[in-house]
């Protein structure tokens, strides 16, 4: 049996990987039992436990342009004046906000050589944050928990009008 990724989330050496794990110089993570595992350069760099997510989000282009360092600079120039800034410089990264004690985090990730398909991209977003907020983090560290999910998410198709809420209704049950 197959198990389908959803963009950036893959089920590599019977692990969940979000990023690209092989590349040399990589920065990536791993859902754990513990929680969330930051590695970099094949080093766990960081271990957030999964009761400590308030919210979590994943944000990542579709394409290559999107991380291009010149759009990167570009927009970086474009947006100063305001006082604003491009978040994550054009890499791909989660954010969240995270309890005891509370704060704003944010990890980049490496992405994988192969091109991310949006509509999986836009659903790996969903799916991060609909099991944080429906209180169910502690499932992304179940590896057959996760897998089941992204079986039944990959099969959520394009014309669905609210992708949250089918995804809401998957990871909640």
């Avoid at 979590?56 to 360092?69: K, P």
């Amino acid at each position: 049996m197959t198990i389908p990724n959803l963009g950036p989330l893959e089920f590599v050496s019977g692990e969940w990987i979000v990023g690209d794990s092989t590349a040399l110089k990589s920065k990536y993570f791993k859902l754990d039992r513990q929680g969330l595992g930051y590695w970099v350069q094949g080093v766990r760099a960081e271990m957030i436990p999964w009761s400590r997510f308030m919210n979590l989000d994943l944000s990542i282009q579709a394409s290559q342009l999107g991380n291009s360092r010149t759009l990167a600079r570009i927009t970086g120039l474009a947006l100063s004046p305001t006082g604003s800034s491009r978040h994550g410089g054009g890499e791909a990264h989660f954010t969240a906000t995270l309890r005891s004690p509370y704060e704003d985090w944010n990890a980049h990730f490496t992405r994988a050589a192969t091109k991310y398909d949006r509509r999986e991209i836009r659903l790996a977003e969903a799916f991060f944050a609909q099991v944080v907020k429906c209180g169910r983090a502690e499932k992304l560290g179940d590896p057959q928990w996760v897998a089941a999910a992204v079986e039944r998410i990959a099969g959520i198709t394009a014309e669905s009008r609210n992708i949250d809420g089918a995804v809401e209704e998957i990871v909640s049950s």
